[in-house]
């Protein structure tokens, strides 16, 4: 492989190119982004950034990192197809790039709910950075804000909203917080911390009808509101797989080896739908692990050391002074066990699956976190009532 082509100048797509150059390919290295800025992590965005845009550090790498390393970045540019046969990767406006390899990180989109009277152009949401200045422009004017979406991106904004004392309800269709990830245990940890912020939370509420400043609920009540969120999920940008006849569902399908079904084209990052080892059947991850670490997997099999992609997921989310941090997955969990006390603000719960550890969320308390990701990495479990001791000492039992 001489000729490498990123799609995606996003958290993998960086990573890839980055650790192509650490691990010595010395062929050419091209990342076509669609968005104009300097690749930047989006963490920040629902995060420091909210809060402050001069104090946020949002690059991902100085600006002379590309040029040191001699990797061409084409930003504000759109790949539309791919020539498989011809192994070229066609851009906006026709021009034509020929690949060795091409690598897909593209990303997600945020998913809008089908509401009626909901107007793309008139909510607002947090992807990219384009959408955290509007944001933050917008905050000064808002007394009332109403979120779509009960999970992670939605209740940070939620806690920033609440630091400015801007009244917020969060509207989540099921029936606990941060349900597509976390034990019903953590989520319902959450419900106290958010109302403490003075957060409504309206759960098992969809809107059904947005009109002027009115939203309408499915419980009936309709709010008034100067802002309306969305923060409901994402869709994987796969189109330029399926369009180029790749298999995709929910996401580009890869093998574990974060290859598409044509072996010249691989897949990383929110959206590549993976077999994970820590997970049950194919699965999509949206996290930086997951795509920082899918993109050095890439970049390790280009570069002569092929293995499959076997690394632990991991999590955190700041939400007003609470961080959260999970580490494995609890897919198809069926215990859990609490370790300390929920109203001291510090806590974890270990997840189990036929009494197995599978992963470990932790509000406050970094050092658990630790522990769990060295465990679960080391395939290691924790006997249920170790766990739940807070007197026994979990670091004494890493590998
Ligand atoms: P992205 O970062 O989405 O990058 C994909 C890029 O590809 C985009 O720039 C897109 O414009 C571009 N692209 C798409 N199609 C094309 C095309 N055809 N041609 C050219 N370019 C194209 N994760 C955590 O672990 N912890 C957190 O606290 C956390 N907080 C987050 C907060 C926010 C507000 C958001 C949005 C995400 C957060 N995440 C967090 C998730 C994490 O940021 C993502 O998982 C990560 O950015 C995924 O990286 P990626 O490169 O796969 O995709």
């Known amino acids: ?51 402050s845009v001069e104090d946020s550090s949002l690059p991902l790498k100085g600006e ?4 040191q390393n001699n990797i061409e970045l084409r930003l504000g540019e759109r790949a539309q197809s791919i020539d498989r046969p011809a192994r070229e990767l066609v851009l906006e406006g026709g021009e034509r790039l020929p690949y060795d390899h091409l690598v897909l990180a593209t990303g997600a989109r945020n998913r809008f709910p089908p509401i009626e009277g ?27 804000a109403t979120i779509i979406g009960g999970g992670f991106i939605g209740l940070e904004v939620a806690a920033l909203l609440r630091q400015r004392d801007i009244a917020v309800d969060v509207l989540e269709a099921a029936d606990r917080l941060m349900g597509r990830v976390l034990s019903p245990m953590m989520s319902a ?4 911390i958010h109302e403490q912020m003075g957060t409504r939370l309206r759960l098992g509420a ?43 569902d929910n996401g580009v399908v890869v093998s574990d080896r974060l290859l598409t079904t044509d072996p010249a ?7 590549a739908a993976h077999p994970n080892p820590y997970g049950i059947g194919m699965i999509r991850l949206e996290s930086v692990q997951n795509a920082v670490d899918q993109g050095k997997c890439v970049a390790a099999r280009l570069t002569g050391n092929d293995h499959a992609y076997d690394s632990l997921p991991w999590f955190w989310s700041h939400q007003g002074a609470t961080k959260l941090q999970i580490a494995g997955l609890a897919m198809g969990m069926d215990e859990t066990v609490m370790r300390g006390d929920p109203a001291s603000g510090k806590f974890s719960v270990f997840v189990y699956r036929e009494g197995r550890l599978i992963a470990v969320e932790s509000v406050n308390s970094p050092a658990d976190h630790m522990v769990a990701r060295r465990l679960l990495s080391a395939r290691l479990s924790i006997p249920q009532d170790v766990a739940a001791d807070p007197a026994s000492d979990l670091k004494a039992l890493m590998p």
């Open 1 to 51: 492989v001489s000729r490498v082509v990123i799609v995606g100048s996003g958290q993998a797509g960086v990573e890839c190119a980055a650790a192509l150059r650490h691990n010595g390919f010395q062929g050419s290295v091209i990342v076509i982004g669609a968005e104009p800025d300097l690749p930047y992590q989006r963490p920040p965005l629902s995060k420091e950034f909210l809060k």
């Open 64 to 67: 002379a990192f590309y040029g």
């Open 118 to 144: 909901l107007d793309p152009a008139s909510v607002m949401e947090l992807r990219t950075l384009a959408h955290a200045r509007l944001m933050t422009g917008r905050l000064d004017d808002l007394k009332h």
């Open 189 to 192: 940890c959450f419900v106290p």
């Open 206 to 248: 969809v809107a059904t009808r947005i009109k002027g400043r009115k939203v309408m609920l499915s419980d009936g009540d309709t709010l008034d509101t100067d802002a309306i969120v969305v923060a409901a999920g994402v869709v994987p940008n796969a189109e330029l797989a399926s369009e180029a006849g790749l298999a995709t």
């Open 265 to 271: 084209i691989s897949a990383i990052g929110d959206c």
